[in-house]
């Protein structure tokens, strides 16, 4: 049985995305159920066979390129060796999957409007804050008017609560204090990371975004969330040219 994914509201030929969802693996809590990750204390067998059936679920002959995510700017090529350290990945091969994984960070997927470049960027706050969407772009050598971006499920702007030392290092990069609202907490702030990656994409030409309507802490049955649970699983947000 395929397991529930989400996919982005695009078409786009020759290209698979979607993002999976904490359905339809074989974990045991508190990762039930479909935890991707090798590193939050998960039985590795029950991940690598959580990691099968995503790959059985994307178009014969298609490997996966996983990363070792350190929230950081570094994005590399994708060729399915390894496990390097980077926080985004592109490629222009058929057949090689660019993959993130998140559990309230923002995955954010790319793609030319011919399917002939993607990418995959993880993207919490340190890692918007130091342009990792930017870096991506530019790596992928594509005219922006001529790329979509899709932001996956992330925490959403009403359960991201974060100290004022967050909204003023935002505040000296960017303009976007609307990004951050009084908490119910004196001195704390609600932070939307979707309005962050916005703008940030916009201002390097990417206007055409989909998704970012989710939110990881609350949809509790459908998501990871590190924030919420603290020991939990991890989603992943892939997309491939498909061979």
């Not at 954010?108 to 995959?120: C, I, N, P």
């Amino acid at each position: 049985m395929t397991p529930p994914f989400i996919k982005p509201g695009w078409t786009i030929p020759g290209v698979t995305s979607l993002s999976t969802t904490r359905l339809g693996g074989s974990s045991a809590a508190p990762w039930e159920s479909f935890n991707l990750g090798h590193h939050v204390g998960d039985d590795p067998e029950s991940v690598a066979d959580n990691r099968a059936k995503l790959l059985n679920s994307l178009a014969a002959g298609t490997s996966i390129q996983w990363l070792n995510q350190v929230h950081g700017t570094r994005v590399i090529k994708a060729s399915a060796n390894g496990y390097p350290e980077a926080d985004a990945c592109w490629t222009d091969q058929a057949g090689v999957a660019c993959a993130v994984m998140t559990a309230d960070c923002l995955p954010v997927l790319l793609a030319s409007e011919d399917g002939r470049v993607v990418a995959a960027a993880h993207a919490g706050w340190r890692g918007l804050l130091a342009g990792v969407l930017e870096k991506t772009v530019a790596a992928m050598d594509v005219d922006p008017l001529r790329l979509l971006a899709w932001m996956g499920p992330a925490i959403g702007p009403q359960s991201f609560e974060v100290g004022p030392e967050v909204r003023e290092a935002f505040l000296d990069v960017t303009s976007q204090g609307d990004a951050f609202t009084p908490s119910e907490n004196k001195g704390r702030y609600l932070a939307n990371l979707y309005h962050l990656a916005r703008y940030r994409l916009a201002s390097v030409g990417v206007n055409r975004i989909h998704g970012g309507n989710r939110c990881t802490v609350k949809e509790s049955e459908h998501f990871f969330s590190y924030r919420r649970d603290g020991q939990t699983g991890r989603m992943a947000s892939v997309i491939v040219i498909n061979p």
